[in-house]
């Protein structure tokens, strides 16, 4: 299956167990729009290349399409659209006033010159401005993205529009209108779901530190690694693209950091011994963070997992067979769509203070951030409790009802 056929399969389940209307499961189980886009850039060589990008829109009936992008050299439409459909359900998940949409271009960034990769961000949004604005379509970061990319897209916009516009993309530089608090706010929401979490469910015990390990070391990976440690967590290994280390007295993430900046990754490190990405998920720890991409535990390697919570910080980390059998084995999950909707909370109050033109104090922001991630976590919490379902379906539950509610609306 592609991230789509998982992302509708996650639908179709809901859709049933929710006896949703014709029209509303039909409005919903594709995307509303989909464009894809060719960029044609002129490299440091002097040789044009054609880069292809897309952008998905899949519901706005609760507020404009929001949705990061990704530059990655994998990037296909099915991931894209699948990608989008998820932001439907975790805008309405966190209660934020979005639809879901998605951004993606099939490029390796790392291979990149800066000035290739600034011509490259500015052509996507050529390509793409018609269909993007403050109460349209805004765009954020992804996999591959970053906040400086986020300032040269708005750039391009504005130059276009003619118009100061901050508010038609988030996750900009603090010093471009960005907001306080955006860059580590993926991480810190998961954070705080965790916390939830093992306040409310009896999976893990807490007898001292709690070990972690954490798959991925881009943005959320990192920030979550550090938050974690800082929190008192053991974070026993960690990896990134290139592979994994292991310690089981625990990794300091600063140090790590410094060496990743060095080296280029986080393996050889000292007093560590470097795992590859697929024994790294199946290590006998408390919690087990998948913060890279899609399709990370599948039905080869959940059987092997031994972790006693799963925490999704990246989207679509699990496939569909995977999930059953995690669920067979009692390891509870807590779906992409809570535990990584800090980013785009933190997004939308972005976007609130870009259009009131009133700036936050990063106490403000993480205050405000926790306060969603925990109402949210409580109303999952309670479908789950109420119906037996894994905490996906009640993810789900509350997601498609609140977007269903939202389209009963605007029909009528
Ligand atoms: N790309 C992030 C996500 O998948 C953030 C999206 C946003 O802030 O709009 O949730």
Redesign the pocket.
């Known amino acids: 299956m592609n991230p789509f056929e998982i992302a509708q399969k996650q639908f179709d389940d809901v859709a049933e167990i929710m006896k949703l209307d014709r029209e509303i499961y039909s409005t919903l189980r594709e995307p509303k729009r989909f464009l894809e886009v060719k960029i044609p850039v002129k490299m440091d060589n002097g040789k044009v290349r054609i880069f292809t990008g897309y952008r998905v829109q899949h519901n706005d009936s609760r507020g404009p399409f929001?949705?990061?992008i990704r530059f990655h050299q994998d990037v296909t439409p099915e991931e894209v659209k699948a990608?989008a459909m998820w932001?439907t359900w975790?805008c309405a998940v966190v209660g934020i006033p979005f639809g879901g949409s998605k951004g993606g271009v099939i490029v390796n960034p790392k291979e990149l010159s800066k000035a290739e990769l600034e011509k490259l961000s500015r052509g996507y949004i050529r390509a793409i401005h018609m269909i993007i604005g403050a109460d349209v379509d805004?765009?954020?970061?992804?996999v591959g993205t970053n906040a400086e990319i986020m300032a040269w897209m708005l750039d391009e916009y504005e130059k276009i529009t003619g118009k100061k516009a901050p508010a038609v993309i988030?996750?900009k530089p603090v010093e471009r209108f960005g907001s306080k608090g955006r860059d580590l706010a993926?991480s810190r929401g998961g954070l705080f779901v965790l916390e939830r979490a093992l306040k409310n469910m009896r999976a893990v015990k807490r007898k001292g530190a709690l070990t972690v390990v954490v798959q991925g070391f881009g943005n959320v990976g990192y920030g979550f690694a550090k938050l974690a440690y800082k929190a008192g967590f053991k974070v026993v290994a960690v990896s990134d693209s290139k592979g994994g280390i292991y310690s089981e007295n625990g990794i300091d993430i600063d140090a790590v950091t410094e060496h990743k900046k060095k080296t280029g990754s986080v393996i050889n490190f000292e007093n560590s011994r470097n795992i590859t990405n697929e024994e790294i998920l199946e290590l006998d720890v408390d919690v087990l963070v998948p913060a890279a991409l899609e399709k990370q535990i599948t039905e080869q390697n959940a059987g092997r997992i031994k972790a006693k919570l799963v925490l999704e910080l990246a989207?679509g980390p699990t496939t569909i067979e995977a999930d059953e059998i995690l669920l067979k084995k009692n390891i509870p999950v807590i779906p992409d769509i809570l535990a990584?909707?800090g980013?785009?909370a933190v997004?939308y109050f972005e976007w609130l203070q870009n259009r009131r033109k009133k700036y936050w104090e990063e106490e403000k922001v993480n205050r405000k951030l926790e306060k969603l991630m925990k109402n949210a976590f409580d109303g999952i919490y309670k479908v789950y409790k109420e119906k037996g379902v894994s905490m996906r379906k009640a993810a789900d539950i509350v997601a498609v009802q609140k977007v269903a509610e939202a389209i009963r609306e605007e029909m009528m």
């Not at 805004?138 to 992804?142: I, T």
């Open positions: 929001k949705g990061g990608l932001m975790k805004v765009p954020a970061p992804d988030t996750g993926t989207n990584n909707s980013g785009v997004s």
